[in-house]
């Protein structure tokens, strides 16, 4: 995945590498903590595409909604008991450590985290979840066709653990890959993250100086 571009074979070897890094919001997965290119670890892959999802409101929201801003996008769930929660915490930490340091760079970031449990992920569940993190995240759900093609297009995967049927009490196996688009809505780069026990500020850090790098 390291490289500026991304030819056929990397482009498939980033998607056996996101496939094979399925998190379960149980630990498990240490996160991304590789060094990012100078140029951007994701240049050139084919990750991402218009969709039409809800918001936390209620509104119906498209990717090309958001022309023009730098993209932060999480995918993950508000019943996940550790990972996503510790992922999101790190992530908008230090988009507030940059909102302190540099306002105007900030300004050109949109945070969004993309459900990928839309059963139980209503708009007014992901409403009282993403606003416990910042009030500039914006929560994403949808029908679970409308998540499955949006999931296809980002290059995540996902499952239920235990009974596919489940429709309470259950956890979900995902991708923990938050990734940087540019405001052209093109990949730029894998956000980095720490593993569960790594330490707020030091995580927060990490984050801010990686928007600090690629937002221009």
């Known amino acids: 995945m390291a490289g500026p571009v991304m030819n056929k074979a990397g482009k498939n070897s980033l998607f056996l590498s996101v496939a094979l890094a399925l998190a379960a919001c149980q630990g498990g997965s240490p996160g991304n903590n590789a060094e990012v290119a100078q140029e951007g670890n994701l240049i050139g892959a084919s990750i991402g595409g218009d969709f039409t999802l809800t918001d936390q409101d209620g509104k119906s929201v498209r990717w090309a909604d958001f022309a023009g801003k730098y993209r932060i996008v999480y995918f993950g769930y508000t019943y996940c008991p550790d990972v996503c929660p510790l992922d999101l915490r790190d ?50 759900t949808g029908t679970p066709e409308q998540i499955e093609a949006v999931k296809k297009a980002f290059v995540v995967v996902s499952s239920k653990e235990g009974d596919e049927k489940a429709t309470q009490d259950y956890l979900v196996n995902h991708s923990r890959t938050p990734f940087l688009f540019d405001p052209d809505g093109k990949p730029i780069a894998l956000v980095p993250i720490g593993a569960a026990s790594a330490e707020e500020a030091a995580s927060a850090k990490a984050v801010r100086d990686f928007l600090v790098q690629f937002v221009r």
């Open 91 to 140: 992530i908008m930490a230090g988009y507030r450590m940059l909102e302190k340091d540099d306002p105007a760079k900030a300004a050109k970031i949109q945070p969004i985290m993309i459900t990928v449990d839309p059963e139980r992920d209503t708009p007014q569940v992901l409403k009282a979840y993403v606003s416990a993190f910042h009030k500039k995240l914006i929560g994403l």
